[in-house]
T-cell receptor, first 113, second 113 residues
């Protein structure tokens, strides 16, 4: 079945450091790919998405590029802030009518001042 | 004017009890979801309803029964609660069944003693 694998956390960085959170996927067909973010005590929010190969999603300084050849969708940010501390989830959509989302296990990011 | 709201936020109960969690969205979306997030933050879909009709039903014990009185509400009833049901339950909605941008509620933390 379809699955998403993302790097184990937790990840701890200093403010202004460069962030990469790796995400790879296994899927049949051509899924859409997503990054969701969960701030402490809140529900998930869509951070960015990409719907086809070579698309780049971006939002709030975060970027991720849909790489079909490596089945990856790594999340990057050039300079993190304390307010970026959260749990980040990579996800894919299963096509075929229901468009079910399959999530990775989440990566907790802590940014220290 | 919360988009997706859930009640209660916290629920502590004894094994064997029956409990309900309510979810409402005021976004005018057609599709609603229930997710379970375990203690390791792993997020898995349980159910999805489109315009009051069940479209996704994962392998969830039949002690869990979703009910959608109208397309703005999707409640989750759980009978004969077990220790393993302890988790955070998230409700979400999306405009259409094929729309992958899902809007999440703040979650309900269920603790079964």
């Amino acid at each position: 079945g379809n699955s998403v694998t993302q790097m184990e956390g937790p990840v701890t960085l200093s403010e202004e450091a460069f962030l990469t959170i790796n995400c790879t996927y296994t899927a049949t067909g051509y899924p859409s790919l997503f990054w969701y973010v969960q701030y402490p005590g809140e529900g998930l929010q869509l951070l960015l998405k990409a719907t086809k190969a070579d698309d780049k999603g971006s939002n709030k300084g975060f970027e991720a590029t849909y790489r079909k050849e490596t089945t990856s969708f790594h999340l990057e940010k050039g300079s993190v802030q304390v307010s970026d501390s959260a749990v980040y989830f990579c996800a894919l959509s299963e096509q075929g009518g229901s468009e079910k989302l399959v999530f990775g296990k989440g990566t907790k990011l802590t940014v220290n001042p | 004017d919360t988009a997706v709201s859930q009640t209660p936020k916290y629920l502590v109960t004894q094994m064997g009890n029956d409990k309900s969690i309510k979810c409402e969205q005021n976004l005018g979306h057609d599709t609603m979801y229930w997710y379970k997030q375990d203690s390791k933050k792993f997020l898995k879909i349980m159910f999805s309803y489109n315009n009051k009709e069940l479209i996704i039903n994962e392998t969830v014990p039949n002690r869990f029964s979703p009910k959608s009185p109208d397309k703005a509400h999707l409640n989750l009833h759980i009978n004969s609660l077990e220790l393993g049901d302890s988790a955070v339950y998230f409700c979400a909605s999306s405009l259409l069944a094929g729309d992958n941008e899902q809007f999440f509620g703040p979650g309900t933390r269920l603790t079964v003693l």
